[in-house]
T-cell receptor, first 110, second 114 residues
Framework: AQRVTQPEKLLSVFKGAPVELKCNYS??????LFWYVQYSRQRLQLLLR??SRESIKGFTADLNKGETSFHLKKPFAQEEDSAMYYC????????????FGKGTRLSVIA | DARVTQTPRHKVTEMGQEVTMRCQPI?????VFWYRQTMMQGLELLAY????????DSGMPKDRFSAEMPDATLATLKIQPSEPRDSAVYFC????????????FGPGTRLTVL
């Protein structure tokens, strides 16, 4: 079965501090992993995907197949990073349904 | 810019009533998803369509839920009869089958069944 676990419901950090949002997954094949973000009063939107290996808004995420993890990291948090972050998994390419974690609310304190 | 639209944004109804939610995907997108978000279960897939054909509706309670795409610009999700446990936020998302595999989400319909 496909499952995504985000162990923290809420993560509070000070501005300028490093951020790590944890995501672990369960899937028997080779999944595609994504991070989606929802800022206050905005829609859920894609932040980054593992296959593109890009950095968006200073965030990066590395897929660790050995640990089945896809943690989201940023070296220096900013207030505008405060949002809900969802880790998601797709079992195959071709824009197929996502299995979401329950989300982590990141609060960056000034 | 192009966005997924959903109507209504909020719906309060009484148990037993029929509820219809509508979604207009981004023009040209060939894949449409319906997700439901609750506090307990988080975001879960209800159904999805590719080129208007249903590919997976295993997440829907079949006895009361139905999803259709009458045309490429409209997707509907219907609940009949509605129950209090259907109270949730229902999201529609659309996308293309390409290298990006990005799903574009609508603002959601917040449904409350009394």
């Amino acid at each position: 079965a496909q499952r995504v676990t985000q162990p923290e419901k809420l993560l509070s950090v000070f501005k300028g501090a490093p951020v790590e949002l944890k995501c672990n997954y369960s899937y028997s094949g080779s999944p595609e992993l994504f991070w989606y973000v929802q800022y206050s009063r905005q829609r859920l939107q894609l932040l980054l995907r593992h296959i593109s290996r890009e950095s968006i808004k200073g965030f990066t995420a590395d897929l660790n197949k050995g640990e089945t993890s896809f943690h989201l990291k940023k070296p220096f948090a900013q207030e505008e990073d405060s949002a809900m972050y969802y880790c998601a998994l797709s079992g195959r390419s071709g824009n197929t349904p996502l299995v979401f974690g329950k989300g982590t609310r990141l609060s960056v304190i000034a | 810019d192009a966005r997924v639209t959903q109507t209504p944004r909020h719906k309060v109804t009484e148990m037993g009533q029929e509820v219809t939610m509508r979604c207009q995907p981004i023009l040209g997108h060939n894949t449409v998803f319906w997700y439901r978000q609750t506090m307990m279960q988080g975001l879960e897939l209800l159904a999805y369509f590719r080129n208007r054909a249903p590919l997976d509706d295993s997440g829907m309670p079949k006895d009361r839920f139905s999803a259709e795409m009458p045309d490429a610009t409209l997707a509907t999700l219907k609940i009949q009869p509605s129950e209090p446990r259907d109270s949730a936020v229902y999201f529609c998302a659309s996308g293309l089958v390409d290298s990006a595999d990005e799903q574009f989400f609508g603002p959601g319909t917040r449904l409350t069944v009394l």
